[in-house]
């Protein structure tokens, strides 16, 4: 169920394991696209290959749910967003499992891959299973699996990275884990779905507060003139692990999953659990007003009028490489700086100038910029400049 | 200068190359044993074979500078300890350095190892040296060169770990990076004596945010029902590396160095940058609330009046395995425990009853208490109890 960046590579590797696999998404085009052994999605190695031998095969796409009714296995591995408040909006995920629960039969296996706050799947999703299925717990079987895939190398990941598991109760648990061995080199069973939620939201945590704090650093480094990046490179060790600077965390992952525990403490009336998580989400989101300043300073070295200095961000997609621009931090710098009345665009490898229009921004030859901001490098490079003033 | 923890390892590692030192300090017991060949840090492993072979003949302790007046090479290697506001106290360094100018010769290489905010060596420290010998950079060459040292592996840490030295000018790198890889093997020499501060604050810094952010994911965890340890296990992987929750962070070295950058921006009005630094280091300090929760919260199931309760601190050194007090937070947890009228003791096996007393506290056998905390497995156990009520 959701045939998206993580769930079609999962679905490619396992027909590729000898196992007849059918694919729901909502998708009608790349459906289509599956069946006639084409990938839909381009940038991620070695996925061409399994499409084309096994689309429309070994894996065949539908947008309906009855045409899964004879599997005995369901994966549900669709999109969670959150909402303005950081909380879930679990609509989508609801559907699929009210949807799933029309075709599920005694004695099948349901999966969710999708990261959700811990307790989800022995709570709201046990629950809409129940209910729309009209079976028990224990007439069918439920765990968690969450997908640590990451785009471009997400079959790779599924061959050699460890994956963990965990069931509602301990016989779903032993039940999925014999499901997905056969697919999974590198499996782990744990204690409960809950634990292999929690795992997942984890590893989010950690890498969002060390970005924050590599982002600090490369700040107090700025204010004391040391070189952030000779620093770090001999800091790093064994035991230290100093990541990079940004202009921020973009993405549908890492900056949503310390949502989930802060947004839950605070229900709890436990809000003093999650200082951490909030000040590097907090912190790393007001990386771009860091960086507007960085950029209004640079000016001061530009001898024209402040309002008529072009400015170009090159590069707005969240991350180099990825074509997505959910909750980029790039995008968002660059409108920031047009809402203080600058002259701003922007320019993007991989997206055109209708892609750039349709996000709300001009786009601009960086020929044409008085000062281009690259977005990966943090550099700021000026075309026509001046000695410093005073 | 400075036989300590730090200081006398590197000192007899140098004496074990063939190189002649004279070791300075204030403690002229220290001096006496180590001339005889005795270590007086018995629990640093491989000491005692290179004092007794170099204690008196290649290594001579002495407490007067002058006995020094023939070195050309000078390593500062004392205290620096830190005032209530968390400000460093400079004396102890600023006094070594005004001794050493007076002996100060021209060729003369001084390097500090002693961990100080980012700008020492280059700022008041060459001030100190010029002050007080007459001399003028250039005329002699300093260098910092942070100590990497942790206490029980200081010997094999000088052999193998990276280890950074920097210059306040160009040719004080050079000369002081020409000298030290005489006996330190893995040796880089990096842009400056700044540089070279950071790395170690920076590695500081890395540590204790990340104990901040294991000891509020243990807490999350324990909130919502979920092992931790066991969801820690599966999380971390290449890329990822969280700690182990704790009390907290004491000792000398980690609870101090964030302070540096934080009290710096604040002067600078760049607080805003030290955001990630303030809010770990007082998560750090607070954990000892939330253990002294966790402690009343099992007396709920003692049947005996709360006052009457006997409480034992098990393991009061600020970490296993060192014998050493300052900004324990074991103690503190004690002491705090103690100020809410609560009968508290303390048990440690590396302190007598009367280091136990000396410290502030009562010496209690676990044996005879109602309810033990070990500190360093953050364990509560009950000696006599009944079910939970409710």
């Known amino acids: 169920m959701g ?15 000898g196992i007849q696999v059918v694919g729901v998404d909502i998708d009608r085009r790349r459906c289509d696209l599956i069946n006639s052994g084409k990938n839909p999605i381009p940038h991620e190695s070695g996925l061409d290959e ?59 296996l349901v999966v969710l891959e999708t990261t959700v706050p811990p307790g989800t799947t022995e709570g709201i999703a046990l629950k809409w299973l129940e209910e729309s299925s009209g079976l028990r ?25 460890p994956k963990v598991i965990g069931g509602v109760d301990e016989r779903s648990g032993i039940v999925a884990y014999d499901v997905y061995r ?11 779905a809950r634990v292999a939620e929690m795992i997942k939201v984890m590893e989010g945590c950690y890498r969002d507060v060390n970005i924050a704090l590599a982002n600090e650093l490369f700040r107090i480094s700025e204010e004391l003139g040391i070189d952030f990046y000779e620093a770090r490179e001999h800091a790093n060790h064994e035991y230290c ?65 402040l309002a008529e200095i072009r400015i170009c961000i090159h590069g707005i997609t969240y991350r180099q490489g990825a074509k997505e621009l959910h909750h980029s931090r790039n995008l968002a710098l660059a409108k920031l700086l047009k809402s203080r009345g600058l002259k701003v665009g922007a320019h993007d490898e991989m997206l055109s100038r209708e892609e750039i229009s349709k996000a709300g921004l001009e786009w601009m030859d960086p020929k044409d910029a008085d000062l281009v901001f690259n977005s990966f490098e943090l550099s700021v490079k000026l075309r026509r400049h001046r000695e410093a003033p005073g």
Chains 1, 2 share one sequence.
């Open 241 to 305: 692990h100093i990541h990079m600077p940004s202009t921020g965390v973009g993405g549908h992952c890492i900056p949503v999953y310390p949502w989930f525990l802060i947004n839950e403490m605070v229900r709890r009336e436990r809000a003093e659990n999650a200082v951490m998580l909030r000040t590097a989400r907090e912190l790393n989101d007001r990386m771009i007003h860091y960086w507007m300043d960085r950029i209004i300073d640079a000016c001061m070295h530009i001898d024209k009028p």
């Open 137 to 161: 717990l224990g007439q069918f079987y439920l765990a968690h699996s969450p997908e640590r895939i990451m785009t471009g190398c997400s079959i790779s990941r599924l061959r050699e990275f």
């Open 3 to 17: 045939l998206g960046n993580a769930g079609l590579p999962l679905a490619a590797v396992i027909a590729n394991h």
């Open 50 to 108: 399994l499409i084309s031998r096994h689309g429309g095969k070994e894996l065949v796409a539908t947008t309906e749910y009855r045409d899964a009714s004879s599997c005995s296995v369901f994966i549900v591995i669709v999109p969670l967003f959150i909402d303005e408040n950081h909380n879930p909006d679990f609509r989508t995920l609801e559907s699929s499992f009210r949807s799933l629960g029309g075709v599920l039969k005694r004695g099948d």
């Open 182 to 192: 056969r697919f999974i080199p590198n499996l782990r069973l744990v204690s409960s």
